[in-house]
């Protein structure tokens, strides 16, 4: 019913029609489109079994494998080593290591390294290789879950805090960066990317979700006490906490070892079981959200190629396993990662500890006697053990220094970017299938440090190649708009026809047009020259879905045909969206009909708002030229450029952009503006381009200055870049500025 629903939303469209979709609707569409990097609590506690699918192909192979960090004395990767030098042992049985790798996260060889690891050899892990796979480095894969329901007010501002300053600063050219809570209240922002608006949006909507007790009274009781006195049964404790009970609403003292046989004892104790109660089945639901939730970030990654880290930001919470089985199901949470090679580094965001059993604040009641001894140290130390679990079974480590955090976190993404895959052949069942101890070290080398996760992965096993589906819509017979409706909600982009995207603005007297630019290699689509009619049609989805909910759609069918001239030029065609100014993230999908086969990407836009009396500037639209002609000038007139879809542009070319800058202060009819353009690689400017000004007479509309120029790129070498583009007007003395990525081939 969904699906049909959707479908009379979504595919209901005329070929050129446009519409707003109402709210009624965005919440079923949103649910479809959102990146489904999570599973909601309920489905996470009990996943559903997929059914078995003629269109899925399983290898078994017999190869397990894990991955190794290897430190020297001041937690420097140590590179070079050779295979010969790791002894492997599983259940203290020696295994000799038949597959070797070292690898750089992020690098483009990351997931063909981690498929299909070499033999090992000398020659396959000389050091030697290192240069080669840095220098390809395109970014990591970098995850934020805040623990928000376990967070106090001050640890949820210093976890804001942090995740600014990361997105600041830390963030390297071709990371991406998601940033999840437990309840999820960040919403459908909750996803991977690289654009700095989106992530800055996603930590402006953590509020504090913390759900603890409503008592207003002076007695104290933690989840540590509720779950002592629930599940350890600490009779001392509970004697403790009824004397403070009674004085509290003035019963009168109780006896000393917990037997309180009077009536106003009796109502204490009602009074106290019924808090613990309350407490403990509040920690439990919200240990079991955390975990749940967890659990469906960590299966999701499963099909994101290379390493991933994963920062757990928390207070801690209580695992107890004589009263849940919440640690139990926080080992197979570990279990899961070893599959997905994710890795966990867990930050107890709790600031300095006092003593917890004596809160003057709370007028807790002081006993001199011992039934209230070791709390202190039991409420700092047990809400972490979860916490070590997570990252000493991935192979991560806990930070528990909130007050450094910022370079805990840069500490932690540089120790986890180079690591060694070590892979063998089980000789049982209980190898298999991941029970068994591994130990790994280095003899002879006592000065080294080893850090692996406890669980292990079994390489290639149970491979999956999936022909024909995509979060569950798509098989061999669903129709072609489920096809569609399936690839524009994937959770990666889907490649069988490479497909991208390029968005901008511009703004008219009346209306922001968000303008996007898609693109599909001529040479993907299934056409015979040699045909009568040598043509192709494709059927185009796309949606623009802004952070307060609403949703615009297109559909379009794009007819490809092929000749001998065109055989080498993209296919490339355009869509124009009128919007109200906020952040868009913007999806498409294409089907060709012959074939089936489908394609789609996704980018995220922000189209800002500015007044009529304030300077703004639209996107900068790239296009690329040969370089064989000189370059161009501004001062000849605004020349049209063919937007270039995909933002990579060869080092022999010429790099041209576009922009539009508004509202300029005018003085006799003159503008005075001008335009300063940078290059800059990792937040440095490696390219300086001298401010030019804006020719005062470029246009007869006071409120609109087009503006182009030209950037050779044959000065820079290889690798991923950002064009920074600021126009300043000096008559009323504002400022404005865009930026985009490209990269240099």
Request: hydrophobic share 40%; proline share 6%; charged share 20%.
């Amino acid at each position: 019913m969904i699906t049909t629903y959707l479908l009379s939303v979504l595919c209901g469209l005329t070929t050129a029609g446009l519409r707003r979709i109402s709210r009624p609707q965005i919440s079923i569409l949103l649910a479809i489109l959102a990146l489904p990097l999570l599973n909601v609590p309920g489905q996470a506690q009990n996943p559903s079994k997929p059914e078995p699918s003629d269109d899925i192909i399983r290898v078994s192979t017999e190869l397990v494998q894990t991955d190794v960090m290897v430190f020297d004395k001041k937690g420097h990767f140590v590179d070079g080593l050779r295979p010969e030098q790791f002894k492997l042992s599983l259940d203290g049985l020696p295994h000799p290591v038949s597959i070797f790798e070292r690898v750089t996260s992020g690098s483009p060889l990351e997931a063909s390294q981690l498929a299909t690891p070499r033999p090992a050899s000398p020659a396959t892990s000389a050091a030697g290789s290192t240069p080669e796979i840095r220098a390809t480095t395109s970014g990591r894969l970098i995850f934020f879950f805040v623990d928000d329901v376990h967070l106090s007010a001050e640890s949820l501002s210093r976890a804001r805090k942090a995740l600014l300053h990361f997105v600041a600063s830390q963030i390297n050219a071709g990371d991406k960066v998601a940033i999840v809570s437990t309840s999820g209240q960040i919403g459908f922002l909750q996803q991977l990317t690289d654009h700095p608006s989106v992530l800055r949006t996603a930590i402006s909507r953590l509020n504090y979700k913390r759900n603890p007790e409503g008592y207003a009274g002076k007695t104290r009781i933690t989840d540590y006490m509720a779950s002592q006195i629930a599940d350890a049964h600490n009779k001392q404790l509970f004697a403790y906490l009824m004397e403070s009970v009674k004085i509290e609403y003035g019963m009168g003292m109780g006896a000393r070892r917990g037997f309180h046989g009077n009536n106003s004892a009796g109502q204490a104790e009602n009074l106290l079981k019924s808090r613990i109660s309350q407490i403990t089945a509040q920690n439990r639901a919200d240990t079991t959200d955390t975990i749940a939730v967890l659990r469906g970030l960590i299966e999701s990654c499963v099909a994101l190629p290379g390493r991933k880290l994963i920062f757990f930001l928390s207070d801690g919470f209580i695992v107890d396993p004589r009263g849940s089985s919440a640690l139990t199901r926080l080992r197979e949470v570990t279990q899961i990662a070893a599959r997905s090679g994710a890795i966990v580094y867990s930050v107890d965001m709790r600031g300095s500890f006092v003593d917890a059993a004596v809160d003057a604040s709370s007028s807790d009641y002081v006993d001199m006697t011992s039934r209230h001894a070791g709390v202190s140290m039991g409420e700092t130390m047990v809400p972490r053990e979860p916490l070590n679990v997570l990252s000493d079974e991935t192979g991560g480590r806990t930070i528990v220094n909130p007050a450094r955090i910022d370079d805990a976190l840069e500490e932690a993404v540089r120790e986890t970017s180079d690591y060694y895959v070590l892979a063998w052949r089980p000789d049982s069942e209980n190898e298999r299938s991941a029970k068994a101890r591994l130990e790994v070290t280095i003899p002879g080398r006592p000065d080294l440090h080893i850090r692996l996760r406890r669980s292990y992965s079994v390489a290639n096993a149970k491979t999956a190649v999936d022909t024909g589906k995509t979060n569950g819509l798509l098989t061999s017979n669903a129709t072609p708009e489920v096809q569609l409706l399936a690839t524009l909600g994937s959770a990666q982009p889907l490649r069988s026809l490479p497909t991208s995207l390029s968005v901008g603005y511009v703004k008219t007297d009346s209306a922001y047009l968000l303008q996007t630019a898609m693109q599909v290699p001529r040479e993907a689509f299934n056409v015979d020259p040699s045909s009568v009619k040598p043509q192709s049609e494709m059927d185009v989805i796309g949606v623009a879905i802004d952070d307060r909910g609403l949703i615009y759609a297109f559909k379009q069918v794009v007819t490809v045909t092929s000749s001998p001239e065109s055989a080498k030029t993209p296919v490339v065609w355009n869509q124009q969206l009128t919007v109200q100014p906020g952040l868009y993230q913007v999806r498409v999908a294409v089907r060709e009909r012959g074939t089936g086969r489908t394609g789609s990407a996704m980018e995220w836009i922000e189209v800002l708002s500015f007044s009529p009396a304030e300077l703004g500037m639209s996107s900068l639209f790239l296009g690329e030229r040969p370089a064989a002609a000189g370059l161009g000038s501004s001062e000849n007139g605004p020349q049209p450029i063919r937007v270039d879809v995909d933002h990579r542009f060869a080092r022999t070319s010429v790099l041209r952009f576009q922009t539009y800058v508004y509202n300029a202060a005018r003085t006799a009819g003159k503008p005075d503006v001008w335009i300063r353009a940078q290059i800059l690689k990792g937040g440095e400017a490696v390219m300086v381009i001298a401010p030019n000004r804006i020719p005062p007479d470029v246009s007869k509309d006071p409120g609109l200055l087009p503006y182009w120029s030209e950037i050779a790129l044959n000065q820079l070498a290889p690798g991923s870049y950002t064009l920074e583009v600021s126009a300043t007007d000096k008559t009323g003395g504002a400022t404005s500025s865009q930026r985009i990525n490209f990269s240099v081939e």
